[in-house]
């Protein structure tokens, strides 16, 4: 007869600061900006640790010049990780490491705050891996407060720009949220 295991689940919603890190900037960079984002994971209690996945929600813009023209390139990505969590001291701080996929979100695409088509923005969806870093303070009930760190790193290219240049995308995200342990 085999014993059953039973595993929690903990749900963990959250939002924060977004920044985006271009590694390859072009020619005529002017700037990067971030925004809002937020998030969804899942956790299934696995081994000495956890398994995460969920979405990811993330803004970016990018501005550079052609000519005398100001071009901005404006998206976002939905982020779909899988990482593995392991708690470093339990339960305040864990990190989590693994890979994810990068959906092409909206787009849009100006010169000279002009709109052109938003299939010129060059978006691609694309794979990257994450690192986080969270800490949590419970609050009780199976109920936790969290301050996640995260950092993203593009594997292949992510934009590519109107002058056939292109870029990896890089991000950073603080957040703050609430995760909730089911037993």
Avoid: C
């Avoid at 595993?7 to 072009?26: L, N, Q, R």
């Avoid at 002017?30 to 803004?59: A, C, H, M």
């Avoid at 995308?169 to 957040?175: A, G, T």
């Amino acid at each position: 007869m085999l014993a059953s295991t039973a595993h929690a689940i903990e749900m963990a919603g959250f939002v924060g600061y977004t920044g985006s890190i271009y590694p390859s900037k072009p020619i005529e960079y002017v700037r990067t900006s971030g925004g809002v984002g937020y998030g969804f994971l899942t956790r299934l209690d696995l081994g000495p640790g956890q398994i995460e996945s969920g979405f990811l929600y993330t803004p970016t813009s990018i501005t550079y010049t052609v000519g005398a023209s100001a071009v901005k390139t404006n998206g976002s990505y939905w982020i779909l990780p899988l990482q593995y969590r392991i708690p470093l001291y339990a339960p305040f701080f864990s990190l989590s490491v693994g890979p994810d996929f990068a959906l092409k979100g909206n787009t849009s695409y100006t010169i000279e705050g002009a709109s052109v088509s938003p299939s010129a923005s060059g978006y691609k969806s694309h794979f990257g891996l994450q690192a986080s870093v969270q800490a949590a303070q419970d609050l009780g009930e199976n109920l936790s407060a969290i301050l996640d760190l995260r950092y993203r790193q593009g594997l292949n290219t992510a934009i590519t720009l109107i002058n056939d240049q292109s870029t990896r995308l890089n991000f950073f995200m603080i957040s703050l949220g609430i995760q909730k342990r089911l037993d």
